[in-house]
C-alpha cells in the first residue's frame, strides 16, 4: 500500500528565513497532495493541496512543488512568522475511496 | 457554522468499559472520518462514511464500531476498550465536490487506564 515519509520530524529556524519540508510517497497512483497544519490542542486545518497535474502552486508565503518522477512533493514557508510555529503533516491519496495516507508530521518550531 | 465538533474534549475509562464519541458537522458534507493521533505515527484512519447509513474500514479498525445515521452525525464506539486505544481522536468530514479537502474537529483526548 501507499506509504509517505515526512522529514525532518523537527525544524527550526530563526524568524523571517525560509522552511522547507519533505515528503516522499510510494504509490506512483496518487494523484492528490495536501498540506495539514496542526496548532497545539487542534485539529489538523488545510493550508495548501496540489494534484499531480501542476508542478507548483503559491498562496501568499507558502507554496508546495512536485516531482511526479522522483515521487516527492514539498513544503516551502517563505518569510516565517511566529504564528507559523506548529506541526505540520503532509499526505497522499489516490481518489477513489477518499483515503487520505498521511507523513508522521514536522515540528517547526520559528525562532524570535 | 460551528464546522466539525467532537463530544467529549476528555475522557478516562478503565480496561474493559465502553464509550462512544460523539461528531456532529453543520457544513452538509457527505462524507465523514475517524482518525486516530499518537505520537509519531501522523493520523490513521479507523472508518470512513461515504454517506449517510454508510460506513467502511480503514486503516486500524480493529476495536471500533461507527454508525452514521444521520448525515450530520458519525459516532465511534468502543465496546471494550485497551490501554492500545489510549490516543487523540479526530473526525473531519468533506464535501462530496472537492471530498480530498478534509475539515477536522478539534479532538477527543482518551485515556484508558
Known amino acids: 500500500g501507499e506509504n509517505v515519509e515526512q522529514h525532518p520530524s523537527t525544524l527550526s529556524v530563526q524568524e523571517g528565513d525560509s522552511a522547507v519540508i519533505k515528503c516522499t510517497y510510494s504509490d506512483s497512483a496518487s494523484n492528490y497532495f495536501p498540506w495539514y497544519k496542526q496548532e497545539l490542542g487542534k485539529g489538523p486545518q488545510l493550508i495548501i493541496d496540489i494534484r499531480s497535474n501542476v508542478g507548483e502552486k503559491k498562496d501568499q508565503r507558502i507554496a508546495v512543488t512536485l516531482n511526479k518522477t522522483a515521487k516527492h512533493f514539498s513544503l516551502h514557508i517563505t518569510e516565517t512568522q511566529p504564528e507559523d510555529s506548529a506541526v505540520y503533516f503532509c499526505?497522499?491519496?489516490?481518489?477513489?475511496?477518499?483515503?487520505?495516507?498521511w507523513g508522521a508530521g514536522t515540528k517547526l518550531i520559528i525562532k524570535p | 457554522n460551528a464546522g466539525v465538533t467532537q463530544t467529549p474534549k476528555f475522557r478516562v475509562l478503565k480496561t474493559g468499559q465502553s464509550m462512544t464519541l460523539l461528531c456532529a458537522q453543520d457544513m452538509n458534507h457527505e462524507y465523514m472520518y475517524w482518525y486516530r493521533q499518537d505520537p509519531g505515527m501522523g493520523l490513521r484512519l479507523i472508518h470512513y462514511s461515504v454517506g449517510e447509513g454508510t460506513t467502511a474500514k480503514g486503516e486500524v479498525p480493529d476495536g471500533y464500531n461507527v454508525s452514521r445515521l444521520k448525515k450530520q452525525n458519525f459516532l465511534l464506539g468502543l465496546e471494550s476498550a485497551a490501554p492500545s486505544q489510549t490516543s487523540v481522536y479526530f473526525c473531519a468530514s468533506s464535501d462530496s465536490a472537492a471530498r480530498e479537502a478534509q475539515y477536522f474537529g478539534p479532538g477527543t483526548r482518551l485515556l484508558v487506564l
Open positions: 499526505a497522499a491519496s489516490k481518489g477513489g475511496n477518499y483515503q487520505l495516507i
